[in-house]
């Protein structure tokens, strides 16, 4: 038996939802607590979430003491702490591949199993290598694991051949203790590393020029106590604003950076929905029917892979013909069987989907096949006809905290129930 989500669709959902601490910089900034030596990191605004469980059980693995309660969590590291992870928790999350850097600055080796995670393609960790081996490092790839070892990194200049945003924070997390000047070119500039970098300089570190591009690192010798809050998360604000649009309702989403929304709201106006901004909070709503658009995913400031699925459920009923390009994840069309099983007209063609705007969708049973892609099924089951009854749950725990309480709060009509498999017919 298993959790399914049953939702009754056809209700406008209206109403406020505050924003939940962003999960892609709370996982990082855990990871670099491992860079303290008998030291204590404290977070605020840390979301409740099975990926953020999943890093607390890895760092307790490790030796590290770590206490949550009431979104605010003390990270507390002993002088010595273990430097081999175990395959059972680091195939739970890709993320667990963000404590190598750490582990191999801290401790001078590191033994990290290859890291799973959501199926939407390849994820090599390539450039989080090739940085590591140019600091100095010492890595062999071999039976399922990395083995990585260095005696002394040294600052050096890394070019990433991409802006990978786990790269660019192993990198940076790595360069914090290296000897000399590190400089990452073509770095990530993504919210998440600032608030890493932000994080970082709290405990001691001589970062700069985060979200640029280039990002500088001095190496210093010790890291201190610090006490570090998490930005809001975008990709779940960005979640519920497309909720009330897809659903003819008008949903306010409070606790906000605006700059961090701006791809997706050029987009809702560019479709034709009304996006009203107050400091700290976001209105969208539609009047009119929308109609299509085409969107590219991009790393930042572009527009988010982590919300290409829900944005392909919102032009699912728009007007027009849509053209959705993937540049990020070569796999990240998995949602679109689901979607069809619905009624959406969607043509895939390599990276790009070709999204024909329906009357109207139908529900049936449809099953998350990794986080992203079952909340663009949620935002489909409640513009549905009918009921949707969403299966495979924790995937979207890994990203959405209370997210049934949360919908239900703004009008949704659903429900949990417990269902064996065999009982649907696929």
Known sequence: MSQVLCIRGGHPLRGAVVAQGSKNATLPIMAAALLLKGGKLRLKRVPNLLDIATMADLLKYLGVC????????????????????????????????????????????????????CAIGSRPIDLHLKGLSKMGASIEVAHGAVTAEA????????????????????????AVFAKGETLIENAAREPEIANLAQALREMGADI??????????????ALHDAEVEIIPDRIEA??????????????????????????????????????????GEVKAYVKNKLHSINVKTLPYPGFPTDLQPQMMALL??????????????????????????????????GNMAIVKGCPELMGCDVKATDLRAGAALILAGLAAKGETRVHALQHIWRGYEQIEEKIASLGASLNLTEMAEEEVKW
């Open 151 to 174: 005696r002394e990194l040294r600052g050096t200049r890394i070019y990433l051949d991409f802006p990978s945003v786990g790269a660019t924070e192993n990198v940076l997390m790595a």
């Open 66 to 117: 770590v206490d949550f309660d009431n979104h605010e969590m003390s990270i507390d590291v002993p002088e010595e702490i273990s430097w081999e992870t175990p395959p059972s928790l680091v195939r739970k999350m890709r993320a667990s591949s963000l404590v190598l850097g750490p582990l191999l600055s801290r401790c001078g080796k590191a033994v990290l199993p290859l890291p799973g995670g």
């Open 316 to 349: 699912s009923l728009a007007s027009g013909t849509s053209v959705i390009r993937e540049e990020i994840f070569e796999a990240r069309f998995l949602h679109v069987g689901d979607l069809k099983r619905m009624g959406a007209a969607i043509e895939v063609q």
């Open 238 to 279: 960005s979640t519920y604003l497309l909720a009330g649009v897809i659903t003819g309702g008008e949903v306010t989403v409070k606790g906000v950076i605006l700059e961090h929304l701006d791809a997706l709201l050029a987009k809702l106006e560019e479709a034709g929905a009304t996006v009203a901004r107050n400091e």
């Open 208 to 221: 700069s020029g985060e979200g640029t591009g280039i990002i500088r690192i001095r190496g210093v010798d």
